[in-house]
Nanobody, 123 residues
Framework: QLQLVESGGGLVQPGGSLRLSCTASGFTLDAYFIGWFRQAPGKERARISSISTSGDSSYYVDSVKGRFTISRDKAKNTVYLQMNSLKAEDTAVYYC????????????????WGQGTQVTVSP
């Protein structure tokens, strides 16, 4: 069974940092495009970042550009989302997702989802 597990969420003050991890069991992440999505209360889940299978290409939504960095660690079968300069508006449940096709990540319909991790940015 293919499973994704996110970790690293928590409570942080504005301006602080967190690193989210997305770890896979049952499959190797190398063959999959990975996306990070988030869902704030009352809003739809939306993609904020994604990375290609090779790790050479990445995407960021404008609101996180320059603050968030997505990366792969193939040896650990893990994808990270480093989040710096966090703002209150970054508060959301963060999900990682995987699919062998980029369009599925791009359209928000990947085959595999993690359970989500809460990130709360508050003084």
């Amino acid at each position: 069974q293919l499973q994704l597990v996110e970790s690293g969420g928590g409570l942080v003050q504005p301006g602080g940092s967190l690193r989210l991890s997305c770890t896979a069991s049952g499959f190797t992440l190398d063959a999959y495009f990975i996306g990070w999505f988030r869902q704030a209360p009352g809003k739809e889940r939306a993609r904020i970042s994604s990375i290609s299978t090779s790790g050479d290409s990445s995407y960021y939504v404008d609101s996180v550009k320059g603050r968030f960095t997505i990366s792969r660690d193939k040896a650990k079968n893990t994808v990270y989302l480093q989040m710096n300069s966090l703002k209150a508006e970054d508060t959301a449940v963060y999900y990682c997702a995987a699919d062998s096709k980029y369009w599925a990540i791009m359209t928000g319909r990947p085959a595999h989802w993690g359970q989500g991790t809460q990130v709360t940015v508050s003084p």
